[in-house]
């Protein structure tokens, strides 16, 4: 038995008949509208948070000193890079939107693609996106509340403001999603720009005591393996995000040559920026008054900026908004390639007939946030499965070398040396076997609430023989979804703007596919 079999029922007769054809009977299907640099605004976008500029002194408290938090920011960078290589190669391998649930379940089979998807459905995106807004809501309401934290209801309320508006501008158009991220991306990177020439102004007055090599590895606390392996663990939290472009493979120009040019530029342009970033907040503040501050770029422009101080809370603002987008617009397509996959209600895999976006999935994307904000648990919710979203990267990366020795004929448009990989497993099994070790409890609490995906699966995917009354309710209410989205499957096989980039794709999916029977007959758009 396949997973294929769980689409049988999954629309009714009308829904069939109307897949893939728009209201003036034409083919509807996702449209290639991100281009080279929209590609490198989504990645860097969605690393680059509000975590740079309100604490990345994560780091700093557990590398011990400023010489190792600055190897430590290298490094993980470095790391980032190279497990960003290896999904490069997955991606053009393995050419569907989805990102590393799509590879696990071609892979691993679809109980391990599923308690990914799982995961990231019930937990990951939606408390990460509600923290991010949550954020922004505190940075726009300081102002108005200069002597006292703003009220809970005012942030909440606020943040989901922020959650409608932008839902709404990545329903109405990708190409909309993409300038917001491109404009916001671009805001956050001069916000940074601004503190790295700061930075050098003061280097340039003679304002680097702790960068001195005397000074710089100078402990402020005793040096300990334990928490050196913690800080490991924060700054490849500060990167998370580099995977995402991969979630929209399938809505890029030319993805062969944009998904690892669009990876080469961003990784080492966030490292850069991390790096040189920490250094200029090193050249005002002691890491003792760093580790001290609530939001280090706002304690270092009231220190540098004077009057223009106001430009540092602005920043975060806005790259929090910027991060929510980016959020939206990658985790929507997660559930769309999940849907198609049949792992979720097949409503969600269907698009806007005239808009070609993904609106079931973002609406739901949207409101499984809202509900979120409506929590205290969030924080609590994110520490337990922060720690199997990064066993998720490690299981990929290995996936890789599994494809090459299951299948050493796969067509590979970029193929790169298993060194590579190798060396990101070993580096992920150091932090997966520490984070055991250190925090137990927390990780065996996040590896429950993942195993809680197993009777949903057996349940909801590979129980072919539902109840019909069951299956006519699914049924009703899929149709009862189009009605009101105006949405169908996208045309098998195609993508508005491809050509015959769209058959080379085709084809270079097939030889994992075959395996799986129908899983893909109506799943390639």
């Known amino acids: 038995m396949t997973d294929g079999a769980r689409q049988r029922s999954s629309t009714s007769g009308s829904a ?113 996106q509600a923290v991010i807004a949550l954020t922004f809501s505190n940075y726009v309401l300081q102002p108005l509340f200069p002597t006292c934290f703003p009220p809970e209801s005012g942030l909440r309320l606020l943040a989901a403001v922020c959650l409608l508006l932008l839902t709404w501008v990545n329903c109405s158009s990708v190409r909309w999603a993409t300038r917001v991220q491109d404009v916001f991306t671009a805001g956050k990177l001069l916000a940074l720009a601004l503190i790295i020439v700061m930075g050098l102004v003061q280097i340039c007055k003679g304002e680097y005591y702790w960068l001195e090599p005397a000074n710089a590895f100078e402990p402020f606390q005793e040096y300990d393996v334990g928490l050196l392996a913690l800080a490991f663990l924060q700054g490849s939290f500060a990167y998370g995000g580099w995977n995402f472009l991969n979630y929209v493979t399938e809505e890029l120009v030319d993805p062969y040559v944009n998904l690892p040019r669009a990876i080469f530029i961003s990784i080492p342009l966030v490292t850069f920026v991390y790096v040189f970033a920490n250094i200029a907040y090193i050249t005002a ?83 499984s946030t809202l509900l979120m904000l409506c929590t205290s648990d969030m924080y609590t919710l994110i520490n337990y499965v922060g720690f199997i979203n ?82 006519a309710f699914v049924d009703k209410m899929t149709y009862l979804g189009q009605k009101f989205c105006v949405v169908v499957y996208p045309a098998m096989g195609k993508s508005v703007g491809s050509g015959e980039e769209g058959e080379e ?21």
């Open 16 to 128: 069939k008949d109307a897949a893939g054809q728009g209201e003036s009977g034409g083919e509807v299907a996702l449209k290639k509208e991100i281009g080279l640099v929209s590609a490198c605004g989504i990645i860097v976008g969605n690393i680059i948070g509000s975590g740079i500029f309100v604490s990345p002194k994560g780091v700093m408290e557990n590398a011990s000193s400023v010489g190792m938090a600055l190897i430590v920011w290298i490094i993980t960078g470095v790391i980032t890079a190279i497990g960003a290589l290896c999904y490069a190669e997955l991606g053009v391998t393995i050419p569907k939107s989805g990102g590393d649930y799509s590879y696990v379940k071609d892979i691993f089979g679809g109980l391990a693609g599923f308690l990914r998807l799982w995961i990231a459905v019930l937990v990951i995106y939606p408390t990460n």
């Open 285 to 367: 503040m002691s890491p003792q008054e760093l580790l001290a501050s609530n939001a280090v770029a706002v304690t270092f422009g009231e220190k540098l900026l004077g009057v223009m101080s106001w430009i540092m809370p602005i920043s975060v603002a806005l790259s929090t908004f910027g991060g929510v987008n980016g959020s939206l617009f990658t985790s929507s397509r997660l559930f769309f390639a999940g849907a198609r996959e049949g792992h979720l209600p097949s409503l969600l895999a269907m698009i806007h007939v005239k808009r070609c976006t993904p609106i079931p999935a973002l609406l739901f994307t949207c409101l």
């Open 390 to 471: 990064y066993l998720f990267y490690g299981v990929t990366v290995a996936g890789q070398i599994v494809l090459r020795i299951k299948q050493p004929d796969l067509h590979r448009p970029i193929k790169i040396s298993l060194i590579w990989p190798v060396i990101y497993l070993l580096f992920w099994a150091f932090l997966l076997i520490f984070s055991l070790y250190s925090e137990p409890v927390v990780c065996g609490i996040g590896l429950a609430i993942m195993l809680t995906g197993v009777p949903v699966y057996f349940l909801g995917v590979y129980w072919d023989n539902k109840p019909q009354c069951f299956d």
């Open 505 to 525: 794709m085709k084809e270079a999916r097939s030889p994992l596919s075959k395996e799986d029977g129908d899983d893909h007959k109506s799943a390639d758009c």
